[in-house]
């Protein structure tokens, strides 16, 4: 074949790497393995608190709202479902299969055995310090879908 | 859920948390598990189309995370290059004002491709001089 040239400005396309959940998911079993279970959660705690701080101060101030528009732009972002019930105490998001884990099915990378908490752990650590607690209700581990739980901490 | 699109920062931050337990020998024997257990797609590419191969892996993923660059394949000379005008991920970092990139960070990329690629008979020659600016080139030549 020919020389082949490609150029490409950032405008060009969208900025969608699923890929990335296969590394992510790679980094969790990586922790898990030389570090355990807690490291796990510890790593996630500590990456939520850093780089979610903007959205956690929005939770702060806005609560339940702030978090259901966050959602509700991932998934819709993934090309995803999220099935979204809210009160004035209580968010519900029921997620018919994870986007992350269905595509990293779908191309054969390895789906960490605590994958689960990049949900789990980062949804209690968004409501650290807020008058919400998170709950992960439900979880299935082959397609992710799962029902999460967000609500009013008992004063 | 962490969407694809925070990927970045959150590969960034497990740089930094193996560094705070184990100092940097753990941030790169996780880039090493990370080259062995997830680029099998660059691997395959390149067993089954040699430097062509290079060229199929980056189309895709340069052009998923809407990077800004000039990439050349030469068939015949056995040559692949990428000129990265803008690296989308360490640009994503340096734009972020509540978080430091990791010190490192670029170093991942010459660890993982290189370490796929050097025992199939490639050379893999980076030029990392201007990662604080988010650029960087690679050329990578099929041996003989």
């Known amino acids: 074949m020919p020389k082949e040239v490609m150029v490409r400005n950032a405008p060009d396309n969208a900025y969608l790497h699923k890929d990335f959940h296969g590394a992510l998911s790679t980094g969790i079993e990586y922790i898990h393995n030389r570090y355990g279970e807690e490291a796990v959660r510890e790593y996630l705690r500590q990456f939520t608190r850093a780089y979610y701080a903007p959205l956690i101060e929005e939770i702060k101030e806005r609560w339940l709202p702030a978090l259901r528009a966050h959602y509700a732009q991932v998934y819709a972002d993934e090309g995803g479902e999220v099935i979204i019930e809210e009160t004035a105490d209580e968010l519900l998001l029921r997620v018919p299969f994870s986007p992350a884990v269905r595509h990293m099915r779908e191309h054969g990378y390895m789906v960490a055995r605590l994958f689960h908490e990049t949900v789990k752990t980062v949804n209690e650590t968004l409501c650290e310090g807020t008058p919400f607690a998170a709950e992960l209700v439900e979880y299935d581990q082959e397609t992710g879908r799962s029902v999460q739980r967000f609500y009013r901490r008992a004063s | ?144």
């Open chain 2, 1 to 144: 859920m962490i969407p694809c699109t925070d990927f970045i920062p959150a590969y960034s931050e497990m740089f930094k948390y193996l560094e705070s337990r184990d100092g940097k020998e753990a941030v790169v024997d996780f880039w090493t598990y990370l080259s062995d257990n997830f680029l099998d797609n660059l691997r395959e590419e390149a067993a089954k189309n040699g430097i062509r191969g290079c060229w199929n892996y980056w189309s895709r993923t340069l052009n998923e995370e809407a990077a800004d660059f000039t990439m050349t394949v030469d068939d015949e000379e056995g040559a692949f290059s990428i000129v990265m005008h803008h690296c989308p991920s360490k640009g994503r970092l340096l734009a972020f004002e509540h978080i430091e990139p990791y010190r490192d960070y670029c170093e991942h990329c010459d660890l993982l491709y290189r370490r796929v690629l050097e025992p199939m008979g490639f050379t893999y020659e980076p030029d990392f001089s201007e990662v604080d600016q988010a650029k960087c080139s690679i050329v990578i030549r099929k041996k003989g």
